[in-house]
């Protein structure tokens, strides 16, 4: 019994058919795994990009006192008056 490789229109296929279809498909691999590693080198860029620019922006905000919407912020000075003792058991009752 021989093996053989029948396509759909029943034509065999002989060795320079599959010698040109193994370099083809070993040329598809490689190419697809090369295009994959740019895909993959330009999403990592990107995402240390996207990381840079929010740990900037974050920093700048510290730096700058940013406040969030509603609050306010007095800024002020106090001179004390009189000191007074207040009670230590932590009654209203004086």
Known sequence: MQN????????????????????FAVLLIALGLAFGMVILGLGVVAGLGL???????????????????????VDGEYRVLERRSWPRDGGADG
Do not use: D, H, M, N
């Open 4 to 23: 053989r490789i029948f396509t759909s229109s029943s034509i065999p296929i002989g060795w320079p058919e599959r010698i040109l279809g193994g370099i």
């Open 51 to 73: 990381a840079a620019r929010i740990w900037w922006l974050k920093r700048r905000l510290a730096r700058t006192g940013a406040q969030s919407e509603g609050s306010v912020i």
